[in-house]
């Protein structure tokens, strides 16, 4: 099952690492029209993109049983939370892409299909997002206990020859 989850896991990171990182081209065009909610917009697609990326190298370098360390559970740590807390962003991006869509259907008497990309795209970057962050969790936990479970001091020995 380790196997699987982490090739589904990556998966969901690639896409969503394209997902955030065009909606923050967009948010960079909409810079173009002079206001500055656009840039912040940018700046929490890009952090949203930064932390796929994140994971990656935890489970390429880090995943069987080498313990995340310094500098790099120092950054972890930090992009962990921050993007705990654009879930709210994503949260709200899902309300006002649900407010916007609904608004444009009242407005041509019937719901067209099309109106509802944004939202469908919204929806799947949230989830995504919470897939991921899940997914950094499950990566941590499991290499932390893999790297507590030695029980001999040879196998330590051995870990340090490498």
């Not at 065009?22 to 810079?31: A, M, P, W």
């Not at 795209?121 to 936990?141: E, K």
Request: aromatic content about 16%; proline content about 3%.
């Amino acid at each position: 099952m380790t196997r699987f989850w982490l090739i589904i896991l990556r998966i969901i990171c690639i896409i969503q690492i394209l997902i955030a990182i065009s909606k923050c081209f967009v948010s960079l065009v909409g810079l173009i029209g002079g206001q500055f909610v656009f840039l912040l917009q940018a700046i929490a697609f890009a952090l949203i993109a930064a932390l796929p990326v994140f994971t990656f190298i935890i489970s390429n370098n880090n995943f069987p049983d080498k313990p995340i360390e310094g500098k790099l559970k120092k950054n972890f740590n930090r992009l962990f939370l921050i993007n705990v807390l654009l879930t709210s962003l994503l949260f709200g991006f899902v309300f006002k892409d649900y407010k916007q869509a609904v608004n444009l259907s009242d407005k041509l008497g019937r719901p067209y299909p099309f109106l509802f990309i944004d939202l469908t795209i919204s929806i799947i970057m949230l989830l995504f997002h919470f897939t991921i962050l899940y997914g950094l969790y499950w990566l941590r936990s499991h290499i932390k206990n893999n790297t507590s479970s030695k029980q001999f001091d040879f196998e330590v020995q051995d870990e340090k020859g490498r």
